[in-house]
């Protein structure tokens, strides 16, 4: 293969974050900040795995992973009959061994990429009827903050599927397209244009969903298929189902800096749901009503873009929603904080993602006054915060132009 560059969109989750894991229904949407990968053949024999963005650097022979890893993982051989299947436990114990990290203690969740990397090389290689492992430097390079709560780590999978996929053969790009960056809404009809067919896109997705599940632990799926296919989507139990009718939002986000893991928030709102599971799922449940609640008044502004009244009741839902969020124990002092400051200037905000710090999204209204934006903006980044205005809705995983040729590529992507 040759050097190839694939890209993938980060997200926002609109409203039914946390319920999702449960079965409800959650709304999100891609985001214009985006995870870049580069692979390029190496004639070195060993795999390079780069993440700067996490300060990780890993090289193995491809001869240790076929001799000492692959026949671990895959027992019957690798004649393209694996299929993708979640890593088991002891599959993650071997991973673990492999990439050195000491049995008794667990992960870092930066480390978990690193096994999610190599699971997913040994696994995607072997489901294809290519029988040679490649050797390739690959470094990965993302604009989206990374343990935020904009789906870092889904836009990694994707784009680590993606690069896997293409580089077995499963799937084939063959145009390259230079990706317009400003206002790019990916619904379906221009996934086309992306670089792969809709049957490409969904095998990238399923992929990227056991990446996920490595580094989550129990992920519902929504923030890899968002990132995948791009636009803005309604999730229910792993059905995917296009909004077709999604008005221009704008929104500012604003990151706490305050570090959390998704895998750690997921599991305490587990055990709050085992503890008070009747008070719990009442809380999903309103949760739920208002992604749905959310979706009719998106169709409504779809129709009629400046109507305030529906953006008073989105308002309204961000409200409520953030209650039961803090509701399901994963608030932090710091949402509150943004929360407050933003009431200010009677603007609406609330978590997006895990919480517990990470990322909060603000809606900006038609004709919001944009004195109060660039003040209230200012007083965010006076306490410490990071904010970016931006529009809901890019491009879902994408192809680029190799070489320097595309503006959009970061340069970072080709230092080493
Ligand atoms: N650019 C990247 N390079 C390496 N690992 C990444 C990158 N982006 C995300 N990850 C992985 O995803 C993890 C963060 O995921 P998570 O806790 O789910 O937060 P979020 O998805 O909200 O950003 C990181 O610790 C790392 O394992
Ligand atoms: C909390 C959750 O709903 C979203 C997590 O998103 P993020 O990793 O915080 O970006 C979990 C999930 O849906 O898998
Ligand atoms: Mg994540």
Request: glycine share 8%; hydrophobic share 40%.
């Amino acid at each position: 293969m040759d050097e190839t560059i694939i890209s993938a969109p980060g997200k926002v989750i609109l409203h039914g974050e946390h319920a999702v894991v449960y079965g409800k229904t959650a709304v999100a949407s891609s985001l214009n900040l985006r995870c870049f990968v580069r692979a390029l053949p190496s004639e070195d024999g060993c795999i390079n795995l780069d993440l700067p963005d996490v300060f990780l650097q890993r090289q193995w022979t491809v001869k240790s992973v076929q001799d000492n890893l692959l026949p671990r993982l895959v027992q019957n051989g690798y004649d393209g009959i694996v299929s993708p299947e979640p890593a088991s436990e002891d599959e993650l114990e071997i991973l673990k061994e492999f990439a050195k990290i000491p049995k008794d203690s667990t992960a870092t969740t930066s480390e978990l990429a690193v096994i999610a990397f190599l699971y997913l090389y040994c696994k995607v290689f072997c489901s294809s009827s290519k029988r040679t492992l490649p050797a390739f430097r690959l470094r990965m390079i993302s604009e989206l903050p990374v343990g935020a709560g904009l789906g870092s780590s889904a836009a990694f999978s994707v784009c680590l599927a993606a690069v896997l996929l293409q580089w077995s053969g499963q799937i084939s790009c063959k145009s390259p397209q230079h990706l317009p960056r400003e206002d790019y809404r990916g619904d379906t009809a221009m996934s086309g244009s992306l670089g792969w067919s809709r049957d490409e896109q969904l095998l990238i997705n399923k992929w990227a969903f056991l990446g996920e599940k490595i580094i989550h632990g129990q992920p519902s799926g929504i923030d890899n298929s968002i990132s995948t296919l791009g636009g803005a989507i309604s999730f229910q139990n792993k059905i995917i189902e296009t909004v077709q009718k999604m008005p221009k939002l704008r929104i500012l986000l604003t990151n706490t800096k305050v570090p959390r893991s998704t895998k750690l928030l997921v599991a305490g709102v587990r055990k709050r749901h085992e503890k008070h599971t009747l008070v719990m799922e009442h809380m999903l449940e309103a949760i739920e009503g208002i992604a749905q609640q959310s979706l009719r008044v998106f169709a409504a502004l779809s129709d009629k873009p400046y109507d305030t009244e529906a953006y008073a009741e989105l308002e309204e839902l961000i409200d409520i929603n953030q209650s039961l969020l803090n509701g399901t124990g994963v608030g932090h002092t710091s949402l509150d904080k943004i929360v407050a400051l933003t009431a200010r200037y009677n603007l609406h905000t609330k978590l997006t993602g895990a919480g517990g710090g990470g990322c909060t999204y603000t809606l900006i209204k038609p004709g919001a006054d944009e004195d109060d934006i660039k003040n209230v903006k200012k007083e965010l980044e006076l306490e410490g915060f990071q904010c970016w205005e931006t529009c809901v809705g890019s491009a879902g995983v994408a192809y680029h132009p190799t070489g320097h040729s595309d503006p959009t590529v970061p340069q970072q992507l080709f230092e080493s």
